[in-house]
């Protein structure tokens, strides 16, 4: 798993890496060498939750899904989500695309570092097939937990992505 977390952390924070394009609520990033690009989108909407009740403020930064073009990964994808507050060590966490199609995301057990707390990733079997749902979907909702407890629901819209992902597969190697 660390080849994974460190090959997302040079994508995520790399200076090398543009913007290439907008496709509604996606966006088309591409490093200068062409061979760790991705799309990504934050959330529309971000909720949280302690004890059943729905809180009102919470400190956080929004929530990102991210595709990654992989040539070492079966499906040619890797899917990740970037919470914008430290998850549960280990946790497991649902990607509803519609309410029907669930994907499983899976926070680092042992995090090396601040940076990889608020990371969650997909599971490789998972990725080609995520990503023909999110092609084909409207709306997709990560429900995820804090080290502290707290459920959080964000949602993503996903006009945009199939023309971002299409981009995508134009530009990088």
Not at 61 to 66: A, E, K, Q, S
Not at 97 to 117: M, Q
């Amino acid at each position: 798993m660390s080849l994974v977390l460190s090959s997302w952390s040079f994508v995520a924070f790399s200076e090398e890496i543009r913007m290439d394009s907008s496709e509604k609520n996606w966006s088309v990033f591409v490093p200068k060498d062409k061979k760790e690009c991705f799309i990504a989108s934050q959330s529309v909407k971000d909720e949280a939750f302690r004890n059943g009740e729905k809180l009102s403020n919470v400190n956080r930064d929004r929530g990102v899904l991210f595709i990654k073009k992989s040539p070492s990964s079966p499906a040619g994808f890797e899917g990740a989500f970037s919470a914008g507050y430290p998850l549960k060590l280990g946790g497991k966490f649902s990607l509803t695309i519609d309410n029907k199609a669930k994907f499983v995301f899976l926070a680092h057990p042992k995090p090396k570092n601040s940076t990889e707390k608020n990371w969650a990733w997909t599971q490789s079997h998972d990725d080609l097939k995520l990503v023909n749902k999110l092609k084909i979907g409207s709306k997709a909702v990560l429900k995820a937990i804090s080290h502290r407890g707290t459920i959080t629901k964000d949602t993503f819209i996903l006009t945009g992505f199939t023309k971002a992902i299409e981009r995508l597969m134009e530009l990088c190697d």
